[in-house]
């Protein structure tokens, strides 16, 4: 393992200021994604839940074509929270509508068309005997970031609905109308970052950007900060020694956690959610350390 030291505060202000946020594009991010799954794929030791995964994203992809629209809350709702510094879509006020309903009903029997192992099998279809009742359960587990260890499998298909749901939702606000709600909390919907990226985008280059787990959204965050606690006094990285060096494991002393930061401007195809997943090698070495993960990524819980 590498270690080196933070970078030096001064170069990381001296990025031209980039928008504060990026909504998602739901109508492309989850087709990109199992396209990037699937490159990953070939030659990983992880490669058939890899495949797995690339087909659950482009069921993700493909199931949006026919579901009724996801509606915002009533736009008093989301001035006040604006007013208050709240997630206009706060997941930890969410309750299921029939778009997301639909969602999670459409990705179900889409994804129950694909060859699954027998243990996938199974999840999908403790999911679809579920009664309203218990999906709501569920879904809160997700929401929440309180998946049960025994359960993980069948929760995978209920997150991966409410990406979907939460992308489309967070693709009708407005940038503008996002205020920062805390440190390591996505200003759209309040959950917690799966990775983070330093771009190279126009206007934006050498910034980092967190990324939501949930909602998809990419919000501006200083480099030399602990994209958990907002801590600068302890930060390093680490990363595989050998490794392309596009992906390093942002380290903080202070709350003992640590979250990738994804170098899009060494490798652009790299993505926060499938590549997190891929580099699961690293989260194994930076955990010898004593850390633990503080970035959330709904197809990573149980490794
Ligand atoms: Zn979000
Ligand atoms: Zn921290």
């Not at 208050?84 to 930890?92: E, Q, S, V, Y």
């Not at 401007?265 to 955990?287: E, F, H, T, Y």
Request: proline share 7%.
């Amino acid at each position: 393992m590498v270690k080196s030291p933070r970078p030096d505060p001064s170069m990381v202000g001296g990025v031209v200021k980039p928008s504060y946020a990026r909504l998602p594009e739901p109508e492309t991010l989850f087709k990109e994604r199992a396209q990037r799954f699937r490159t990953l794929a070939s030659g990983h030791d992880l490669k058939p839940y890899l495949l797995f995964l690339a087909n659950l994203c482009e069921v993700q992809h493909a199931i949006q074509d026919g579901l009724p629209a996801a509606e915002l809350p009533a736009p008093d709702d989301l001035a006040r929270a604006r007013e208050f510094a709240m997630p206009p879509l706060d997941r930890n006020r969410f309750s299921a509508d029939a778009a997301c309903e639909a969602t999670l009903d459409g990705l179900c029997s889409v994804i129950g068309l694909c060859e699954l192992t027998p243990a996938a099998g199974m999840a999908l279809q403790k999911v679809r005997a579920a009664n309203p009742a218990a999906l709501a359960i569920m879904m809160q587990s997700v929401l929440s970031d309180s998946v049960p260890v025994e359960a993980i499998a069948e929760h995978v298909f209920v997150a991966a609905a409410l990406q979907v749901h939460f992308a489309r939702l967070a693709a009708q606000l407005e940038v503008k109308s996002l205020v920062a709600v805390g440190d390591g909390i996505c200003p759209a919907c309040g959950g917690p970052p799966a990775s983070s990226m330093v771009v190279d985008w126009q206007g934006a280059g050498g910034a980092r950007f967190c990324a939501c787990a949930l909602c998809g959204t990419q919000w501006n965050y200083i480099r030399a900060k602990c994209s958990v606690c907002g801590s600068t006094k302890d930060v390093t990285y680490q990363e595989i020694e050998g490794g392309p060096g596009t992906i390093k494991a942002e380290c903080c002393g202070e709350c003992r956690t640590y979250v990738k930061v994804l170098h899009l401007q060494k490798d652009i195809a790299l993505d926060p959610i499938a590549d997190d997943v891929a580099s699961l090698g690293l989260d194994l070495l930076v955990r010898e350390t004593g850390l633990r993960r503080g970035g959330v990524n709904p197809f990573l819980i149980g490794y």
